[in-house]
């Protein structure tokens, strides 16, 4: 393999960026440039992945809906042969109260990459996709054959959208070839502790609430709602390490390098297949960090659903991927980047 071949990352101070950028390092196959205009991130990320790859990333901070920005790092970047692309305004209750900037920014910045693909004849395209493409769904485990059900918020939609230019281009532009991966629920940090999820914005995902509370940022928590119809009441969902996750991009890549793709549009689930419930996920936290934390059960959170969880069969036969990170390292690496981040404050 050409030791110059360059993936651009966006996002690539974000969670799921950061640590991905890691993994590709850590292959040296590849030389990595990102793209992050840090609206939900930090520049001192970089600081952290070379602390832990001993590598310097580049990175372009630019606005991906900005064209001729974007252009520009074609022109400079001559050996990009594929893009992983993270970046996207995420969090879903925003997205219901602020629709443009989600239609805006998530749609824009796809399709100004996605016509670069073609101007700058970059042969791999991976995107960051979401299972919220499935909506409500009562049917688990829930396969990628799995039509797409009523996005239960702006944000779905853009994902959904997404997936649909993305394989409309590939009809129209055979030479494009490209993978979805639809992320169940990313949770975890790297194990040196030293990145992980660190959104400038106030938490809304669990585990980080959940650390938050443990550490006193947050006084209490919510439990959202115990009358669903599962073993506890509570919801269930498929938490998946953060590194397995990046790893699955990498086996993504090489899949689409290697040409063992059988459509120029592929699908892939990303979580464990195991559904736990909150209050599993925070007895795991309880037991790893020997902290008691401070709950109330309260209403159920609108828009939720009662229980989703990954096929995973797909990813783990045509990737070749498999999550090795158990539920208790989730949590443990959750606690060990709160204390991190606590040392700086
Ligand atoms: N959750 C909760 N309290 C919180 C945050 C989340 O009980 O403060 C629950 C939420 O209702 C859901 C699960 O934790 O069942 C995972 O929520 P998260 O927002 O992390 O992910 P998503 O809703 O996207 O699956």
Redesign the pocket.
């Known amino acids: 393999m050409n030791s110059k071949n360059t993936i651009l990352v966006t996002g690539g101070a974000g969670y799921i960026g950061s640590h991905t950028i890691i993994e590709l390092l850590g292959t040296s196959d590849f030389k990595v440039v990102s793209v992050d205009n840090f609206s939900n991130s930090s520049a001192k990320t970089f600081e952290r992945i070379e602390k832990i790859t001993e590598k310097k990333v580049t990175n372009y901070r630019i606005d991906l809906c900005n064209k001729t920005d974007l252009e520009q790092i074609f022109e400079t970047e001559k050996n990009i042969i594929g893009i992983i692309h993270f970046a996207a305004f995420k969090a879903?209750g925003e997205s219901v109260l602020h629709p443009h900037k989600y239609y805006y920014n998530n749609i824009n910045s796809l399709l100004n990459i996605l016509e670069c693909c073609l101007k700058f004849n970059i042969p791999n395209f991976i995107f960051s996709s979401s299972c919220?493409v499935y909506g409500n769904i009562s049917k688990l485990p829930v396969k990628e054959d799995t039509p797409f059900g009523k996005a239960e918020s702006p944000y779905a939609y853009t994902k959904q959208v997404g997936e649909e230019m993305i394989k409309d281009y590939t009809i129209a532009f055979p030479q494009l070839h490209t993978i979805a991966l639809r992320y169940f629920?990313p949770v975890g940090s790297h194990i040196t502790g030293l990145i992980g999820e660190s959104p400038l914005n106030k938490a809304?995902?669990?585990?980080p609430?959940i650390t938050q509370t443990a550490i006193g940022k947050i006084k209490q928590?919510?439990?959202?709602?115990n009358d669903y119809p599962t073993r506890d009441g509570?919801?269930i969902?498929d938490y998946i390490h953060v590194t397995d996750i990046a790893i699955a991009h990498i086996k993504a890549l090489m899949y689409l390098m290697e040409k063992k793709n059988k459509s120029n549009f592929s699908i892939f689930n990303l979580g464990t297949g195991e559904g736990v419930s909150?209050l599993e996920?925070i007895s795991a936290f309880e037991k790893t960090s020997g902290e008691k934390l401070n709950y109330i059960i309260g209403d159920?959170?609108p828009g939720?659903v009662g229980a989703?969880y990954s096929d995973t069969e797909k990813s783990e036969k045509e990737l070749g991927w498999k999550p090795r990170f158990s539920l208790d390292e989730m949590m443990e690496t959750a606690w060990k980047w709160e204390l991190e981040q606590s040392k700086k404050n």
């Open positions: 879903v919220s629920n809304n995902n669990l585990v609430i928590m919510t439990v959202f709602g509570t919801c969902r909150v996920a159920k959170r939720d989703i």
